[in-house]
């Protein structure tokens, strides 16, 4: 009873552990055995589960044995999805753009859905030639329709030397099957048939199209130049106005985060909505509304890969909250991370997830510890400081626990990043709710103008700060170079750190509390 006590210790980290070790284990292996042998033998060790009601340690470890089986089977569902037959010739198709084309040069960049032609259904990331000579391609927007002839092609997975960026790993993480170049003769605009397209892809283009509306009519016409920018990547997820120098300026400074819309301004607005309506004796209503907002911001924004993972795990802690249990807790967390694995296995490589949960599970763990080491009674009394101190435990939490990452992925580490967060987070949220204001004030067009100039303000003001710390000496550590096993060995070297820690401030407890008792 003991032994099995323990091992039901956070059931649902334990499942998700073992189902991204199925994940990677499937991954490496999926070209030995077709994608049925991984479901039999599922089944089959599930049937052996059944057979073992009277033994629950055994039948605990079998069931873990069945979720590294299921992790290893969905893997393979998903990677033979994204590996269509690429022949070595010319094919025609029709396809729609579905993400804002980028140009960089002589190129524009984009995502294409294939609706007619031997890749229905695939994504396809195209690149359109765009010169003096011919720039029809750079006036394409979300949902034009191409009538094209071009070869696909399938990017060999590898890293390079100077970097541990594989691009061929990123378009499957994205979902795309492969990539096209198109010349000036290969394609042309025409209005194309959407009925063989899935329901999901239909709701994501329209999606698209609106946010697209909203960054050309609103923001871009309202906001001058590198403000509205900030705001277009913070409030919509489009980074394509950026400037070199702004990403360079956010980056150095540890503040890149603020550009990518995440579950950092998927928590700022919960927080705001929760405020609102989690309120009297009906708080489950309050998180209805709250989960519902939540989820139309998420389709009016395009439905991004990352905003999906982040209104996911905040449903789960909005669904604990409605249950009465700790929103933060570990299982809830564990759970969030689950449902997308299990949706979308090859989320285990996206940087962007690893970032997420690793920042969150941080929070969790290292919160209430460093957050106790300044004397909480003292804090009471100035609130100003109090929440100052809790925005910079939380950065440093978030930052600590992220930062081997970010050194393997980026080579980088940011040294002023607990100063570029408390700049950068408020600021950060006065955009947000302001935004949100603007929006409630559509049908009073001067003061929506007016609420904008002053987000645009508030933004100038963030890139200033932020591009001033990017310049200061010693702002960054760059070049650093580590691999996967000096990551694992970090993340056991922090989590060796903290167990000492927390064990002396065990040790330093117990004895100040027996010396206050021989004084007593």
């Keep these: 009873m003991i032994a099995n006590g323990r091992i039901q210790l956070y059931p649902v980290l334990r499942l998700v552990l073992m189902l991204a070790l199925g994940i990677i284990a499937g991954d490496a292996s999926c070209r030995l055995c077709p994608v049925w042998c991984w479901f039999a033998a599922v089944a089959a060790v599930m049937v052996v ?8 340690v055994a039948q605990s470890c079998t069931l873990l044995v069945a979720v590294f089986l299921l992790g290893c089977a969905l893997v393979n569902v998903e990677r033979h999805g994204l590996s269509p037959v690429i022949n070595d010739s010319v094919e025609n198709y029709e396809a729609v753009v579905m993400t804002p084309p980028v140009q960089r040069g002589k190129t524009v960049r984009c995502e294409i859905l294939v609706s007619k032609g031997r890749l229905t259904g695939h994504r396809v990331r195209a690149s359109f030639l765009c010169t003096p000579r011919d720039r029809r391609a750079a006036a394409l927007r979300v949902g034009d329709g191409v009538v094209a002839a071009s070869k ?4 060999v ?6 970097s541990h960026f594989d691009y061929a790993r990123w378009l499957q993480v994205q979902g795309v099957s492969c990539t096209t170049f198109l010349y000036y003769d290969a394609w042309k605009w025409d209005v194309i048939d959407l009925s063989s397209i899935s329901a999901f892809n239909k709701i994501r283009l329209r999606a698209m199209r609106f946010r697209e509306r909203i960054v050309v009519k609103w923001l871009r ?3 001058p130049d590198q403000g509205s920018a900030v705001v277009a990547a913070m409030t919509l997820g489009d980074k394509s106005q950026l400037s070199a120098a702004t990403k ?4 150095v400074s540890g503040a890149s985060h603020i550009l990518a819309l995440s579950g950092l301004h998927l928590g700022i607005i919960c927080a705001f909505l929760s405020l609102v309506f989690v309120r009297g004796r009906r708080r489950w209503a309050g998180q209805l509304v709250v989960i519902m907002s939540l989820w ?6 395009g439905m991004m890969p990352s905003i999906v993972r982040s209104a996911t795990m905040f449903t789960f802690y909005a669904a604990a909250s409605m249950l009465r249990r700790p929103q933060l807790s570990l299982n809830a967390w564990a759970f969030a991370a689950f449902v997308i694995l299990m949706v979308s296995p090859l989320s285990l490589w996206d940087v962007g997830f690893q970032l997420s949960f690793m920042a969150v599970a941080g929070i969790m763990v290292l919160y209430r510890p460093i957050y106790g080491v300044v004397n909480a009674e003292w804090l009471l009394r100035h609130r100003l400081l109090k929440w100052v101190w809790g925005l910079t435990v939380v950065s440093f939490s978030a930052q ?3 930062a081997p990452l970010l050194a393997f992925y980026f080579g980088r580490f940011s040294c002023y990043f607990l100063l570029a967060n408390l700049v950068a987070v408020p600021l950060a949220a006065l955009v947000l709710y302001a935004s949100l204001i603007a929006v409630l004030f559509t049908p009073l067009p001067w003061l929506q103008s007016w609420i904008l100039k002053s987000i645009n303000v508030v933004a100038g003001l963030m890139n ?5 710390l990017s310049r200061l000496p010693g702002a960054s550590i760059e070049g650093i170079r580590i691999n996967e096993f000096q990551v694992a060995m970090l993340y056991i070297i922090l989590a060796c750190m903290y167990f000492l820690a927390c064990y002396a401030v065990r040790l330093y407890r117990s004895a100040h509390g027996r010396r206050r008792g021989q004084y007593d």
């Design 49 to 56: 589960a059944l057979c073992l009601r009277r033994h629950a």
């Design 152 to 155: 696909f092609e399938v990017p």
């Design 157 to 162: 997975s590898g890293k390079s030397v100077s």
């Design 221 to 223: 016409g309202t906001l």
């Design 248 to 251: 360079q300026a956010y980056s």
């Design 296 to 301: 139309t911001y998420v389709v009016i924004v």
């Design 400 to 402: 600590l626990a992220v």
């Design 464 to 468: 200033d700060a932020l591009s001033w």
